[in-house]
């Protein structure tokens, strides 16, 4: 088997044109769009999907690594991007399993279509396990939801949204019931992110009054709390690796820099440059033996999801200590790239400064680290006594 080659599907002509529009939309606070476009026409939003289905066939594993390459260039892009891939992903893992609901969701990619992602609410910190919105039957298999996500990411552009609202009036309830839902004027998007960080995202909040999705487009319903649904998992394992991806891209990227920093400065009291200078070679070992331990592990899970592995109850702390790690590490590197490049870093238009800026954003998406701990604790010493 011949080895992946990422640059077939991020050629670097058009990782060279997003890196270049990354500083204008984080000044502009704008929506890349332009990478939008360029990214379909590669086919990137289909990189998930089966060939059969007309998509690349690429498993999570590849996946993985793309998003890494695409976040050298541009974190902001990448973890937009990443919330779509989201949802395909997850139909990656139904199809894998032989689950059915989600043909339209790799179809649409195909076509083109958005997909963004709508389970993050304010205040509930039970994410994939409950939901403030409310879910209510109408009447023909369809549900309306009325609630408010946050983090919305591809607000501007997105043509289908996946969501969950709970469901509490039907003769089984309470559901937690997962779907789509188009715009429509039940949709609102707020015009309110203006952000420290990855401003490209614009993530905006939604605002959805009585949404209607149709039987067709509802997912999934299913038991309140904790669960090993497909879509539970699905969800969880390629949210948690793919964002995993992008920080880890982010890493790269700063550690990079930072070689190129420390070859080129030179210093006036030796003459030499800083590459020869033991500190800054010390601080720079010290970001690679922190940066090399990230891919691999990310190839491990996002392998053992394509091969269908069974952790058991062990997944979701292997998920979320991905994660964890992935967000922590990439913190510490881009620390470091800062003091390798000196003041020169502290200002805006510099690329470490919106790496700073961009890093900062990993330490709020789920799990976070209370969430992870906790889950840790309770694989490792069991649940808390009553």
Do not use: C
Request: net charge negative; aromatic share 8%; glycine share 10%.
């Amino acid at each position: 088997m011949s080895a992946f080659d990422p640059s077939a599907f991020l050629p670097d002509d058009l990782l060279d044109r997003i890196r270049e529009r990354a500083p204008l939309h984080d000044r502009d606070n704008t929506f890349p769009q332009q990478d939008l476009d360029e990214l379909r026409e590669a086919g990137y939003l289909s990189i998930l999907v089966p060939a059969e289905r007309g998509g690349a066939g690429l498993g999570l594993a590849e996946a993985a690594i793309l998003q890494q390459r695409l976040a050298t260039a541009a974190p902001a892009t990448a973890l937009a991007i990443n919330m779509h891939l989201v949802w395909t992903g997850v139909a990656k893992v139904f199809s894998d399993r032989g689950v059915p609901g989600l043909e339209f969701v790799q179809d649409g990619a195909v076509a083109g279509e958005v997909f963004a992602f709508g389970i993050s609410e304010g205040g509930n910190d039970l994410v994939l396990f409950g939901s403030d919105t409310n879910a209510v039957p109408t009447g023909d298999g369809g549900y309306a939801f009325t609630g408010t996500k946050i983090f919305t990411s591809l607000a501007p552009v997105w043509t289908r949204l996946g969501l969950h609202g709970l469901d509490t009036t039907s003769e089984d309830a309470p559901k937690l019931v997962f779907a789509f839902v188009e715009r429509s004027d039940a949709v609102v998007t707020s015009d309110d992110w203006d952000t420290l960080g990855m401003r490209g995202t614009q993530s905006r909040t939604t605002r959805l009054n009585g949404a209607i999705a149709d039987a067709a487009h509802v997912v999934r319903r299913i038991d309140a709390g904790p669960s090993a649904d497909p879509i539970v998992f699905g969800i969880f394992s390629v949210f948690e690796i793919l964002l995993a991806s992008v920080y880890t891209g982010i890493a790269r990227r700063a550690l990079d820099l930072s070689v190129q920093t420390a070859r080129t400065r030179r210093s006036k009291r030796t003459g030499t440059s800083y590459s020869q200078d033991p500190d800054i070679r010390w601080r720079v070992a010290d970001m690679g033996l922190a940066y090399d331990a990230l891919p691999p592990q990310i190839a491990a899970l996002a392998r053992d999801v394509d091969e269908r592995a069974d952790h058991g109850a062990r997944w979701f702390t292997l998920l979320s200590g991905l994660k964890h790690r992935a967000i922590t590490t990439a913190k510490l590197v881009v620390d470091q790239a800062m003091l390798v490049a000196g003041g020169g870093s502290y200002f805006s238009a510099n690329e470490l400064s919106r790496l700073y800026r961009d890093v900062l954003a990993g330490a709020f998406h789920p799990s976070d680290p209370e969430s992870a701990h906790s889950t840790a604790a309770t694989a490792w010493l069991g649940p808390l006594e009553p």
